[in-house]
T-cell receptor, first 116, second 112 residues
Framework: GAVVSQHPSWVICKSGTSVKIECRSL??????MFWYRQFPKQSLMLMAT?????????EQGVEKDKFLINHASLTLSTLTVTSAHPEDSSFYIC????????????FGPGTRLTVT | RKEVEQDPGPFNVPEGATVAFNCTYS??????FFWYRQDCRKEPKLLMS???SGNEDGRFTAQLNRASQYISLLIRDSKLSDSATYLC?????????????FGEGTQLTVNP
């Protein structure tokens, strides 16, 4: 099956710093990637949809200036959490969709962010 | 009202038990339906898609009732390895493709 990787798998950073998370589709080209956030004991919440070569579409309530998304190639999307605060501590998961399979998404293993 | 609602759980069952999960969705225009399982601190993994005709994969049976906007998952002869959180997931028909909406999940623990 299709493989999606994320890096780093976990990160601890100080309040006020920025953190970049990478999402890569390893064996297919992903025209669309999705970024989710999951707080403890809650479900995944879609943050934004990232299309290669265009601006990301953010869900209501997600600050686009705080969560910067770049989808510069068909195999890489990045999420940068700028000026991180402790309330940004969460599990960030990306998924990728292959063009030929409209409804199937392949999830990365997630990145656990802790802001101290 | 939440877009996707599931049994709150958690469920604790003995090995070999049959367990059923229920899910309702609010958007009648939804097109695709799935059950995912998520282990602790891991990403969700697709368990099975759900079709109106019902579908079965070994010990797992999924059903969809579009009229009542209801989805179910039945696990027979449960195993210890079935312990996980089960997520009901719904997708709409989007021009940009497959925006997934997740339920909050129902946690299952299968005990020896």
């Amino acid at each position: 099956g299709a493989v999606v990787s994320q890096h780093p798998s976990w990160v601890i950073c100080k309040s006020g710093t920025s953190v970049k998370i990478e999402c890569r589709s390893l064996d297919f080209q992903a025209t669309t990637m999705f970024w989710y956030r999951q707080f403890p004991k809650q479900s995944l919440m879609l943050m934004a949809t990232s299309n290669e070569g265009s601006k990301a579409t953010y869900e209501q309530g997600v600050e686009k200036d705080k969560f910067l998304i770049n989808h510069a190639s068909l195999t890489l999307s990045t999420l940068t959490v700028t000026s991180a605060h402790p309330e940004d501590s969460s599990f960030y998961i990306c998924s990728a969709r292959a063009p030929a399979r409209a409804t199937e998404q392949y999830f990365g293993p997630g990145t656990r962010l802790t802001v101290t | 009202r939440k877009e996707v609602e599931q049994d709150p759980g958690p469920f604790n069952v003995p090995e070999g038990a049959t367990v059923a999960f229920n899910c309702t969705y609010s958007n009648s225009a939804s097109q695709s339906f799935f059950w995912y399982r998520q282990d602790c601190r891991k990403e969700p993994k697709l368990l099975m898609s759900v079709y109106s005709s019902g579908n079965e994969d070994g010990r797992f049976t999924a059903q969809l009732n579009r009229a009542s906007q209801y989805i179910s998952l039945l696990i027979r002869d449960s195993k210890l390895s079935d312990s996980a959180t089960y997520l009901c997931v719904v997708a709409g028909r989007e021009t940009s493709g497959s925006r997934l909406t997740f339920g909050e999940g129902t946690q299952l623990t299968v005990n020896p």
